[in-house]
């Protein structure tokens, strides 16, 4: 789950963006099982529901959509969306592979090399663009050192054991690149894919920074928020997440229950689009506990200390369109079910110049839904770094139902009763363009019921017709780091 956002210009006059947008410069009964996700009837959007959208943009509609007639468009949706589908789904294995380089750039589990510091990413940019190896000075010492972390890698890949992260690498290098890490020729392959695939990241993460300057040029806040806001359109589908994010939604709850938007005991039905799972989130992540996901229960942690639910009344659901992510929740319900808890890793990076109300957020998450846990044990390599954990009852955590589900396309159908009073998606629309989001946007409306709540760090487009509105926002900063915060937008849907 990535950390910014965006939306571009329009030619339409009727198109609005939310009015929330200008402070977006800041760079988820007991024992009870729910419903697995088999059982949830998902369904692609109809042509009906998507009509007014691809009419509103008709400009920027891809060819096979762009310039048919009512009888042609109704022929082609039904393929059009499951093709589309396909497609979207097929970016997890880049989301996968830039997952695959995080970890070997700032793992331990691994090695006993020290992780990449943030200001060596300039200098590894500039080794990766040399056609000559670097073999003094700091250059020289850092192309040593991602050598000895491919080396390492590799040489543990063949011998992963139980270790979640290696497995996983080892499926996207020797399952899906097919390479046979036992032969010397593969594993010099192996080394010259990493490489390569460091080198892909690093010139997207610098096109991304270029993008952003130049949004931030133009001197109007709302539309840099808007080129946040749909800054990965075309990069694969990462999972991962981290705690921040979550320390904003709580702060934005408390604002949204202060001018009385909801009530004590309001929230009884909760939808978190993109839970994700903590794999080795760029510097901030760590490797150093099993995968864990976070987001479902920071929200129902931060709703029942805002008493905004109640513990035997609140029900969440998760829609992801990664079997890892699923499965992940689905293993841990089975668990729960069985009466075990689930254990969170907290890590909390003493170097950091973290905000006092961040630390707060950090000190006092888990107390409304479990007890303290002992921590796992931290390397010597890994620095300045202190772990809290948190283990969680196992009657919260099975009420957390993952459903499949591509929110861009799909929904699953629900009546009235079983609609949701909140929604939260962050750092999920950011990965789509304006078509996809306004499509998701019909999707999540469908999804809410009268007055239900949409809270996202994106600025989303804002069609005519939508029942689903833009109120309010909220901004948080993190740390004294430059651009390290959230803009919370607040979205609300209208009454039918």
Wanted: charged share 25%; proline share 6%; net charge positive.
């Amino acid at each position: 789950m990535p950390q910014h956002i965006l939306i571009s210009r329009r030619k339409h006059s009727s198109i609005t963006l939310p009015l929330l947008c200008l402070l977006a410069l800041f760079a988820p009964l007991a024992g009870q099982r729910q419903p697995p996700k088999s059982q949830k009837h998902v369904v692609y959007i109809p042509l009906s529901d998507a009509r007014k959208v691809l009419s509103a943009l008709d400009e920027i509609l891809p060819a096979e959509l762009k310039g048919k007639t009512e009888q042609q468009l109704a022929d082609i949706w039904p393929s059009w969306v499951k093709q589309q589908d396909r497609k979207i789904r097929a970016r997890l294995a880049q989301g996968d592979e830039d997952s695959l380089i995080n970890f070997l750039l700032f793992g331990t589990s691994f090695t006993k090399q020290p992780r990449v510091a943030l200001d060596q990413i300039a200098q590894l940019k500039m080794l990766g663009q040399s056609s000559a190896p670097a073999e003094t000075g700091q250059a020289g010492q850092l192309d040593r050192l991602i050598n000895s972390r491919i080396n390492d890698l590799l040489a543990s890949l063949r011998v992963p054991g139980v270790n979640e992260r290696l497995l996983f690498a080892r499926r996207i290098l020797v399952d899906q690149k097919h390479f046979k890490l036992a032969s010397p020729n593969d594993q010099s392959k192996a080394r010259e894919s990493l490489r390569a695939s460091i080198n892909r990241v690093l010139n997207e993460n610098a096109g991304y920074a270029r993008a952003l300057e130049s949004a931030r040029l133009q001197g109007n806040p709302t539309e840099e928020f808007a080129e946040r806001s749909r800054l990965f359109r075309t990069r694969g589908l990462a999972s991962d997440t981290s705690l921040f994010p979550n320390f904003a939604i709580e702060e934005s709850l408390k604002q949204i229950e202060a001018r009385g938007l909801l009530t004590p005991g309001a929230v009884r039905r909760v939808a978190i689009v993109g839970p994700g799972l903590d794999f080795t989130d760029k510097q901030e992540g760590y490797d150093l506990y099993p995968v864990q996901t976070i987001q479902p229960f920071a929200v129902i942690d931060t709703l029942l200390r805002l008493r905004l639910a109640k513990a035997n009344e609140l029900q969440l659901t998760t829609f992801d369109l990664s079997s890892r992510v699923n499965n992940h929740l689905e293993r841990a319900g089975q668990r729960a079910r069985a009466g075990l808890s689930y254990v969170v890793q907290l890590p909390r990076d003493l170097s950091a110049q973290w905000k006092p109300e961040t630390v707060s957020y950090w000190q006092r998450f888990g107390d409304q839904i479990g007890t303290p846990a002992p921590p796992v044990s931290v390397p010597a390599a890994v620095g300045a770094l202190r772990i809290r954990a948190i283990r969680i009852r196992a009657a919260l955590v099975s009420r957390v139902s993952p459903v499949d589900t591509n929110i861009v396309l799909q929904r699953p159908e629900l009546p009235l009763a079983e609609k949701f009073d909140l929604i939260i998606g962050t750092n999920i629309f950011l990965y789509y363009d304006n078509l996809d989001q306004s499509l998701a946007m019909i999707n999540i409306e469908n999804l809410l019921k009268p007055g239900g709540l949409l809270l996202s760090n994106n600025a989303l487009l804002e069609l005519p017709f939508f029942k689903v509105r833009s109120i309010g926002y909220s901004a948080v900063l993190y740390s004294d780091r430059p651009n390290d915060g959230d803009s919370i937008v607040w979205y609300q849907r209208s009454s039918d």
